[in-house]
């Protein structure tokens, strides 16, 4: 039998505000209703050129380049309360989330994370229609990533203002646990980031859940990709439990 996913019940969610939700409540970020059609950002990666004199069998050579997210288009149904929202939002970043419903409890779902803003958000009236339309173009900044569902699965806030260098822990992260991706709000530099973590593996323990020594907090900088301090950004985690 074909493993293929409906899309009914598929949503489209924002974070309503400029910071790591809390613990558990990035699923409960605005939903944005009466949704006809979700197209994610895409990653798209460039090709650079590479080609020399001497390149083999007189062909050119490439090498993979920076990758471009692009945008993400939505059709919507417009409704007043939907449209307001969305113009006080113009311009400015949030992360954004479509959920692919794949698991039993729609938080679970298969989730396309990006950071991004709206940058488009017309409304179309016409005489031949039956409806007033409502489009929304989002500018995807960074990396789109695909965190996949599991039943259980759980986000969790690490506690904001916090130097990260020293390392950390993550309250109600069981051993054994796997980090499925990372997100990152920088207040002063109003930057996010969000990342593919991977399967947390402490060669010790094998406990996969950051505690507090300098070598885990390593470990996640060098997972989501960060070469500075972390001091000063806000991180959270989506986990998915041992028994999940």
Same mark, same amino acid.
């Given at each position: 039998?074909?493993?293929?996913?409906?899309?009914?019940?598929?949503?489209?969610?924002?974070?309503?505000?400029?910071?790591?939700?809390?613990?558990?409540?990035?699923?409960?970020?605005?939903?944005?209703?009466?949704?006809?059609?979700?197209?994610?950002?895409?990653?798209?990666?460039?090709?650079?050129?590479?080609?020399?004199?001497?390149?083999?069998?007189?062909?050119?050579?490439?090498?993979?380049?920076?990758?471009?997210?692009?945008?993400?288009?939505?059709?919507?149904?417009?409704?007043?309360?939907?449209?307001?929202?969305?113009?006080?939002?113009?311009?400015?970043?949030?992360?954004?989330?479509?959920?692919?419903?794949?698991?039993?409890?729609?938080?679970?779902?298969?989730?396309?994370?990006?950071?991004?803003?709206?940058?488009?958000?017309?409304?179309?009236?016409?005489?031949?229609?039956?409806?007033?339309?409502?489009?929304?173009?989002?500018?995807?900044?960074?990396? =789109? *990533? &695909?965190?996949?569902?599991? +039943?259980?699965?759980?986000? $969790?806030?690490?506690? #904001?203002?916090?130097?990260? %260098?020293?390392?950390?822990?993550?309250?109600?992260?069981?051993?054994?646990?796997?980090?499925? =991706? *990372? &997100?990152?709000?920088?207040? +002063?530099?109003?930057?996010? $980031?969000?990342?593919? #973590?991977?399967?947390?593996? %402490?060669?010790?323990?094998?406990?996969?859940?950051?505690?507090?020594?300098?070598?885990?907090?390593?470990?996640?900088?060098?997972?989501?990709?960060?070469?500075?301090?972390?001091?000063?950004?806000?991180?959270?985690?989506?986990?998915?439990?041992?028994?999940?």
């Amino acid at each position: 039998m074909s493993k293929s996913v409906h899309p009914y019940k598929s949503r489209l969610r924002v974070t309503s505000t400029l910071a790591i939700p809390a613990d558990d409540a990035f699923g409960e970020a605005l939903n944005i209703g009466e949704v006809i059609n979700i197209k994610p950002p895409a990653n798209n990666v460039a090709d650079s050129k590479r080609t020399h004199l001497q390149s083999p069998n007189k062909a050119h050579e490439f090498a993979a380049g920076l990758s471009d997210a692009g945008e993400a288009t939505i059709n919507l149904n417009m409704t007043t309360d939907q449209l307001a929202s969305a113009h006080a939002i113009e311009g400015l970043f949030r992360i954004w989330m479509a959920v692919i419903p794949d698991m039993p409890a729609i938080n679970d779902g298969t989730k396309i994370v990006w950071a991004g803003f709206l940058r488009g958000n017309p409304v179309g009236m016409d005489t031949e229609g039956d409806k007033v339309t409502h489009d929304m173009t989002i500018r995807a900044s960074g990396k =789109a *990533v &695909v965190v996949k569902g599991k +039943t259980g699965q759980k986000f $969790r806030n690490i506690a #904001a203002d916090a130097s990260y %260098d020293g390392g950390f822990a993550i309250a109600g992260c069981a051993a054994n646990s796997v980090v499925a =991706a *990372v &997100v990152g709000w920088n207040a +002063t530099t109003k930057e996010w $980031r969000i990342f593919n #973590a991977g399967t947390r593996t %402490d060669a010790d323990d094998n406990t996969p859940c950051f505690e507090t020594t300098l070598s885990e907090a390593n470990k996640i900088k060098k997972a989501a990709g960060f070469t500075e301090s972390l001091t000063g950004w806000q991180l959270g985690v989506w986990v998915n439990t041992p028994d999940s």
